[in-house]
């Protein structure tokens, strides 16, 4: 059971640190958007209903009324933010996903004795290091075949 564990935690170091630093990063902005946000939605609703009270009578209503329009105005912000968030991991991560799926698509038809073309990736992309040896690697058959 001991030796199913792995040795290193960050096997990939640079993704593994980007993508948690994308993931925390995106964490801290919504935090702090959700928070700035609520305190001034609340600030600003609970001193324009004070002005506007002449009498304090109506407190417990007022106070009902700004509940129910500050959990009304969370949910919508807070779903805005669950949809932007995950928009933009999805793109994140199809910078790392991308090339895998390419690489492995080709290296599977390698196994299978296709003639392939090199494997093209973007340059924003993660695994050029590892697209590029697949690609010499296919480059390598391809002399082999011919001679």
Request: charged content about 20%.
């Amino acid at each position: 059971m001991g030796s199913d564990r792995r040795e290193k935690i960050l096997v990939n170091k640079q993704v593994q640190v980007i993508f948690t630093g994308v993931t925390l990063f995106f964490l801290l902005v919504i935090i702090i958007i959700t928070a700035g946000i609520t305190y001034f939605i609340t600030f600003n609703t609970l001193i324009s209903q004070l002005i506007s009270i002449k009498s304090v009578v109506n407190i417990s209503s007022m106070l009902n009324k700004l509940h129910t329009t500050l959990l009304i105005r969370l949910i919508c912000m807070g779903a805005l933010l669950i949809i932007l968030v995950f928009y933009l991991e999805v793109r994140f991560l199809h910078r790392i996903v991308g090339p895998l799926v390419r690489i492995e698509r080709a290296l599977r038809e390698i196994s299978e004795g296709k003639d392939i073309e090199p494997i093209k990736i973007r340059k924003t992309d993660y695994y050029q290091s590892l697209a590029d040896s697949v690609n010499k690697l296919i480059d390598y058959i391809k002399t082999i075949k011919k001679s």
